[in-house]
């Protein structure tokens, strides 16, 4: 028999880092209203409604996602964390929502208009654009053309002909005409904008109209006059129709990108227009709908000629309108998958195998300014530094060589982190003679993604960390850290500098770092954190720690040394009981006086663990394999449940194990060092960079990677890149096509593909495949666009966000690396 769910104890405070939502609802009304709103959740997420509103609950109190999903299983029936993220989201949205349902109500109420009906129809509304069109006629503007003719006495007008069209417009006009109505023609054209005006307020008319565009009415791009020459890198995109509804998330940002630097003009029509007589026989289903709606038709009657007139007038309003409100949630489904894709390759990044407490050797290449050398121990902390000059112009080779292998001999290096930048290629070959140079050293060399290093360089943090340090040599540090561990150095950058991302610059910047930011918390969490070994960023991104806390923490654990308990976080300043609820469990700490303090088991249950491991009859760790003969339902009560239970059985197994894959690496092959040395049928070793919607990008050692189709992927129908490979992932790849004019390669992962399944599979759109161009404004500067180059799992190549191609810049730092990289 299953147990109820333990609801868990509401604390009285919220966390000092995460202040209680403004959302939260009191009384019987908003009690209800929150019954609704969680209701539809549930639904939407295929729950139950009380594991939603237990999570709701939860959240209102201060609790934090990952603390959620580790430690009220019971209270929420198992919703894992990316259920309560896409529960957090909409609760967001509904919870407007309810806030604007409010506002119209109590505005058309004071208008002393609003009706039972009314009520009923702002109450059902289950979207904002419902909710805005019901609210339409009501809404306080400017003086309209039909608010003008209202005023000078022509609705009568207005409603006689639209009630018998029997009348002559030119005779009942004559009526109306006064002083503020010199003649007829005035009078008709204020009923007829009375008339337009009405059925543009038609919430229903609106809704059904709206949907039909959607799905039926298409968009259509075509170049500017003049803009053809400037504007080749949207040549896709000069004559282009395309259905709304089923339009690809990066193609609606690459129109509206286009359109936005003056390329491209865009029209949203009821059929393609190209094609004239589709286009007219379109507009009039639509136009007969308005003419439903007003209860309009043509029988020779009088007036009826003129009422079509206003028929098709008032469609243009409409369809202007719709346009607009369709172009909003055209770019609201791209950027919400544009989010997603984003969030999806970065929690790969952050969660690539660490090379883990090895002494690493950093190299950021680099020609005229030579290679920035750094040495970091297992810790990471610098030991030493250098820069050397093997390659032109100095051409200091032999030099650089025995530099190198004196800091490796000296400092008992094993592993050498290259950095993918200009000069990437050829520092690679420097390590491949060192390590020859050193024989059974054990070295290892890799290429991993500089993304961001130059931003984190001449950070605050970075000027925290290495204080005294050149910022030119801080960058081959960090480099040397992503390859010990990718997660605790990458979350001191910018997430949309790590260059995973797809059309990151084009979105809204709230909505995609609150999706960022709760990738890189749940990222952090499901790792955990060494708190005595943790940098200030890296505490931050722990739940319920936050930018003050963390600070606190470091100040504290540098004035009294290491924490010996977690219990000792509760003497940090500021860090109270429901802080220390929330990041406990994800911060440990090792070799101190509590076992269980280098667990993920929270302190709230050591008593439970202690007693597990006694009726075990062992300790904690590998040794304990006895606690496989337990039966975790006997220690079920009425404040724990089965689901905890088995979390903490299965930490003591395997204690504050890394949820992270075996650290692994790719081998290029020798002698394929540019895309002229790529030939169909080649099965190479390659890196995951990017993953998109329509395919990924693998590295192959070439300084520029290669499309896998999603076609290309699985022998079997796959509706998501993701569900076939991660960013970071190491890959066999068998080469298809490689064009060096057009810098494109074509692969597939399916080995028993040959070169003819190029040209006979199914076919990649043309802008999938173009040549890829750093984004403007990608945060990295010079660095961020050079070419592709990565051999580390989980580190993917700078600038891989791929996409139709966009206008470079015409000079600087940037415009010099893409020349470089023949994308300019």
């Excluded at 259509?220 to 339009?247: H, I, L, N, W």
């Excluded at 227009?273 to 038709?297: F, I, N």
């Excluded at 390759?345 to 002494?359: I, T």
């Excluded at 890394?658 to 081998?667: K, L, N, S």
């Amino acid at each position: 028999m299953s147990l109820p769910p333990v609801q868990p104890k509401k604390p009285a405070t919220p966390t000092p880092s995460r202040p209680e939502r403004s959302g939260r609802r009191s009384g019987t009304a908003a009690d209800r209203t929150t019954d609704r709103v969680c209701a539809q959740i549930a639904a939407e997420l295929r729950v139950a409604p009380w594991q939603v509103r237990a999570a709701v609950d939860l959240l209102d109190s201060g609790a934090t996602v990952p603390f959620v999903a580790r430690y009220r299983k019971e209270a929420t029936g198992s919703l894992d964390d990316a259920q309560l993220r896409e529960l957090d989201e909409r609760l967001r949205y509904l919870r407007e929502l309810e806030d604007r349902r409010q506002s119209v109500r109590e505005a058309i109420d004071s208008q002393g208009k609003l009706t039972p009906e009314l009520r009923a129809a702002i109450d059902a509304a289950d979207t904002k654009s419902r909710l805005e069109d019901i609210y339409l006629p009501y809404k306080t503007k400017r003086r309209t053309k039909a608010q003008i003719a209202r005023e000078a006495g022509l609705e009568p007008l207005a409603a006689a002909l639209l009630a018998n069209p029997m009348l002559s417009p030119e005779r009942a006009a004559a009526d109306f005409v006064n002083d503020a109505v010199p003649d007829p023609g005035e009078a008709l054209a204020g009923a007829r904008a009375i008339l337009i005006e009405r059925a543009g307020q038609d919430a229903d008319l609106l809704t059904d109209q709206r949907e039909r565009l959607w799905k039926q009415g298409r968009m259509r791009s075509q170049v500017k006059k003049g803009k053809e020459a400037q504007g080749q890198k949207f040549a896709d995109y000069f004559a282009f129709t395309g259905s709304p509804s089923g339009m690809p998330s990066h193609r609606v940002l690459a129109l509206f990108r286009g359109e936005k630097e003056g390329i491209l003009e865009l029209e949203l029509a009821e059929a393609d227009p190209a094609d004239t007589a589709a286009l007219a026989a379109a507009r009039q289903k639509y136009e007969r709908a308005v003419a439903a709606h007003l209860g309009v038709s043509d029988r020779g009657r009088p007036a009826d000629a003129w009422l079509q007139q206003t028929v098709q007038l008032a469609w243009r309003r409409i369809l202007a309108k719709l346009s607009a409100d369709l172009r909003v949630r055209l770019f609201a489904a791209a950027e919400t998958e544009a989010v997603r894709v984003f969030a999806a390759n970065l929690r790969d990044v952050l969660l690539a195998a660490p090379a883990g407490n090895r002494a690493t050797l950093g190299l950021d290449p680099g020609l005229r300014t030579g290679v920035k050398v750094a040495v970091v121990d297992g810790t990471g902390q610098p030991v030493a530094t250098d820069t050397i000059y093997p390659h032109a112009p100095a051409r200091k080779w032999d030099e650089a060589l025995s530099r190198l292998a004196g800091l490796v001999k000296k400092h008992g290096v094993e592993l050498i982190a290259i950095g993918n930048g200009t000069a990437s290629r050829e520092t690679d070959k420097l390590a491949t003679e060192l390590i020859r140079l050193l024989p059974g050293s054990g070295l290892q060399k890799l290429v991993v993604s500089e993304a961001g290093a130059s931003v984190y360089s001449a950070s605050a943090l970075a000027s925290a960390e290495l204080p005294g340090m050149d910022v030119s040599l801080r960058g081959a540090v960090s480099i040397a850290r992503r390859l010990q561990d990718p997660l605790a150095e990458l979350v001191k950058i910018d997430p949309k500098s790590i260059g995973v991302g797809q059309y990151q610059h084009d979105v809204s910047a709230a909505k995609l770092e609150r999706s960022l930011d709760a990738v890189i918390e749940d990222c952090v969490t499901a790792v955990g954190v060494d708190v005595n070994t943790a940098s200030p960023a890296l505490l931050t991104r722990v739940a319920g720690v936050g930018p003050l806390l963390s600070e606190n923490i470091v100040a504290y654990r540098n004035e009294n040394g290491p924490f010996a308990r977690r219990a000792d976080l509760k003497k940090v300043p500021r860090l109270g009981a429901k802080a220390f609820e929330q990041c406990a469990g994800f911060l440990r700490v090792t070799a101190g006086t509590e076992p269980l303090d280098a667990s993920s088991v929270h302190p709230e249950s050591y008593r439970l663990a202690r007693r597990i491991l006694a009726a075990a009859g062992t300790t904690m760790g590998p040794a304990g394999a006895s606690l496989e003969n337990l039966t975790p339902s006997a220690f079920v009560d009425e404040t724990v449940g089965l689901p905890t239970i088995l979390d903490i059985v299965a930490e003591l197994r395997k204690p504050g194990r890394d949820p992270r894959p075996e650290f692994r690496t790719a081998t290029f092959s020798d002698g394929v060092e540019t895309i002229s040395d790529l030939r169909p049928g080649m099965v190479l070793d390659g890196v995951v960079t990017n993953v998109a919607a329509f395919g990924a990008f693998v590295d192959v050692g070439v300084h520029q990677d290669g499309l896998v189709h999603i076609s290309a992927m699985s022998s079997t129908f796959i509706s998501d890149p993701h569900d076939v490979v991660k960013s970071g992932q190491v890959v066999k790849v068998k080469v298809l096509e490689a064009d060096p004019e057009r810098k494109r390669i074509s692969l597939t992962l399916r080995l028993d593909d040959d070169a003819a399944a190029a040209t006979r599979g199914p076919k990649a759109p043309r802008e999938h495949v173009m040549k890829t161009r750093a984004e403007p404004g990608a945060g990295d500067g010079g660095k961020g666009s050079s070419p592709q180059r990565t051999g580390k799992a989980g580190a993917p190549a700078r600038g891989s966000n791929r996409r139709p191609a966009v206008p470079a810049p015409a000079q600087g730092p940037m415009a010099d690396a893409l020349r470089r990289a023949g994308l300019a």
